[in-house]
């Protein structure tokens, strides 16, 4: 479990160079991050470490990451805020 310091390091993490990756990772971060497993967590830290540029072609469906667990994690990032803006309205 991250302390209150590293969640905030984490959500500022999630604040992107693009607006594009701001509104899918920030949500995604309030509303899911506490409900992953420990390593799901782990591998969400991880992929923040990534360039904008490979998160925003990553997100858009323009390609895939090598790493089958970040393919799996932008998945659900994508599926979760889906399914959030959905019943939403």
């Known amino acids: ?3 209150p310091v ?3 390091r984490l959500k500022w993490a999630c604040r992107r160079g693009m607006l ?17 497993s420990e390593a799901d967590q782990q591998t969400f ?10 998160l925003f072609k990553w997100c858009m469906g323009h390609g895939i990451p090598e790493d089958p667990a970040f393919a799996a994690m932008i998945t ?5 805020n889906q399914a959030r ?3 939403q309205g």
Request: aromatic fraction near 10%; proline fraction near 5%.
């Open 1 to 3: 479990m991250l302390s």
């Open 6 to 8: 590293e969640k905030s």
């Open 20 to 36: 594009e990756l701001d509104v899918i990772f920030m949500p995604f971060f309030e509303h899911e991050f506490d409900t992953l």
């Open 45 to 54: 830290i991880r992929l923040l470490e990534s360039d904008d540029p490979d």
């Open 76 to 80: 659900m990032i994508l599926e979760r």
């Open 85 to 87: 803006h959905d019943r």
